[in-house]
């Protein structure tokens, strides 16, 4: 079976700091990639895809950065932290194909800028 | 754009009541429909899907239509449980290149015993 894995859990950086957040995915071959934040009682906000090794699209233009170095990982990371980037950070994948399958998340890296 | 419009929150409800979240979406094409549950502190789970129009999605209890007429697709569970507390997203999913899927802003529901 397929497993999705995240780390670290929970992360406290001072601003101006540098991030690094790894995903990894377990049991399938060539998934897309997600990474999402969701801040404090809001909703999902789609920060980069990838659909393959070296292909990265982001959605939001902002001072966080991802790479996909191999087929299975995908990592978020940052140069320099801001306050605003406090949040909580999802890693998802799907299938590739077609839109009916679901997206399957890890447990998430809580966040906090001080 | 598509969008996902869920209705506000919180939901506070006594155990063994019937939950009924609101759901409806506007997409250009024919999206997948899901909903998905978030518990404290954790990431989503996928509770329940719908493909096509007219289909049921079911899962522990929950049910979600999939009405095209009324471009909705609303949650119910007949009755709802404490462990049923966390916040619930509905989500459309239309191909294009990579799955991109478009999530409402969630509601929380609370169940008091």
């Known amino acids: 079976s397929q497993t999705i894995h995240q780390w670290p859990a929970t992360l406290v950086q001072p601003v101006g700091s540098p991030l690094s957040l790894e995903c990894t995915v377990e049991?399938?071959?060539?998934?897309?990639l997600y990474w999402y934040r969701q801040a404090a009682g809001r909703g999902l906000q789609l920060l980069f895809y990838s659909v393959g090794i070296g292909q990265i699209s982001s959605e939001v233009p902002q001072n966080l950065s991802a790479s996909r170095p191999q087929d299975r990982q995908f990592i978020l990371s940052s140069k320099k932290l801001l306050l605003s980037d406090s949040g909580f950070y999802l890693c998802?994948?799907?299938?590739?194909?077609?839109?009916?399958?679901?997206?399957?998340f890890g447990d998430g890296t809580r966040l906090s800028i001080l | 754009g598509d969008s996902v419009t869920q209705m506000e929150g919180p939901v506070t409800l006594s155990e063994e009541a019937f939950l009924t979240i609101n759901c409806t979406y506007t997409a250009t094409g024919y999206p997948s429909l899901f909903w998905y549950v978030q518990y404290p502190g954790e990431g989503l789970q996928l509770l329940l899907k719908?493909?096509?129009?007219?289909d049921k999605g079911s899962n522990k209890g929950f049910e979600a239509t999939y009405r095209k007429e009324t471009t909705s697709f609303h949650l119910e569970k007949g009755s709802v449980q404490v462990s049923d507390s966390a916040v619930y997203f509905c989500?459309?999913?239309?191909?294009?290149?990579?799955?991109?899927?478009?999530f409402g802003t969630g509601t929380k529901l609370q169940v008091i015993p």
């Open positions: 719908a493909t096509k129009a007219d």
């Open positions: 049991g399938t071959s060539n998934p897309n």
């Open positions: 998802a994948w799907s299938a590739g194909g077609a839109s009916n399958q679901p997206q399957h």
């Open positions: 989500a459309l999913s239309l191909s294009g290149g990579y799955q991109k899927v478009t």
